[in-house]
T-cell receptor, first 116, second 113 residues
Framework: DAGVIQSPRHEVTEMGQEVTLRCKPI?????LFWYRQTMMRGLELLIY????????DSGMPEDRFSAKMPNASFSTLKIQPSEPRDSAVYFC??????????????FGAGSRLTVL | SQKIEQNSEALNIQEGKTATLTCNYT??????LQWYRQDPGRGPVFLLL?????KEKRKERLKVTFDTTLKQSLFHITASQPADSATYLC????????????FGGGTRLMVKP
């Protein structure tokens, strides 16, 4: 298995532009998570899906952020319009739920976003 | 509000020594706790999981303890090697919270030869 695949690895854009980050989870994993990592705030959960359905999006900063999971093998995180404070590394992770209910996450390599 | 604290200062130790990293939490009742390793430019990688009813878990040179009274987990790496240098993150989860994981800020470990 190729693991969780994210694209692009690096994105540099100007304030006000739309940014779309993409994720392909591991086949057979039923949960998908979007995290954002910055030096100041660490790893923050933005949204997560279970069986393609958004379960909790309370971590999404504001309406400029949206996420979709149209099928089990693809998810997008969109920022429109982007702002300099959105600069961070965005991670996608997928997991399978263990029988006991615990999740073990497999992370992608991340998408480093810089908004000028 | 719930808080997960890891020492933000880097831990520097000599090769061969035991590294001990701490994860403290408040206002939280986790059902399980996990430790992840993160190398620069990469995503975190899962290392160990320990449940609330377990005191200790081992995997090769790694050992994790979980004290729900102290609200603390300790992560030990014995016979440390320079290749163990990385940032280590703890993460807490609750079975009834939609299986979400909340991460601490991580501690950077530097093992010097």
């Amino acid at each position: 298995d190729a693991g969780v695949i994210q694209s692009p690895r690096h994105e540099v854009t100007e304030m006000g532009q739309e940014v779309t980050l993409r994720c392909k989870p591991i086949s057979g994993h039923n949960s998908l998570f979007w995290y954002r990592q910055t030096m100041m705030r660490g790893l923050e959960l933005l949204i997560y899906f279970n069986n393609n359905v958004p379960i909790d999006d309370s971590g999404m900063p504001e309406d400029r952020f949206s996420a979709k999971m149209p099928n089990a093998s693809f998810s997008t995180l969109k920022i429109q319009p982007s702002e300099p404070r959105d600069s961070a590394v965005y991670f996608c992770a997928s997991s399978r739920t263990l029988g006991s209910g615990a999740n073990v996450l497999t992370f992608g390599a991340g998408s480093r976003l810089t908004v000028l | 509000s719930q808080k997960i604290e890891q020492n933000s200062e880097a831990l520097n130790i000599q090769e061969g020594k035991t590294a001990t990293l701490t994860c403290n939490y408040t206002n939280y009742s986790p059902a399980y706790l996990q430790w992840y390793r993160q190398d620069p430019g990469r995503g975190p990688v899962f290392l160990l999981l320990i449940r609330e009813n377990e005191k200790e878990k081992r995997k090769e040179r790694l050992k994790v303890t979980f004290d729900t009274t102290l609200k603390q987990s300790l992560f030990h790496i014995t016979a440390s090697q320079p290749a163990d240098s990385a940032t280590y993150l703890c993460a807490l989860g609750r079975n009834n919270a939609g299986n979400m994981l909340t991460f601490g800020g991580g501690t950077r470990l530097m093992v010097k030869p």
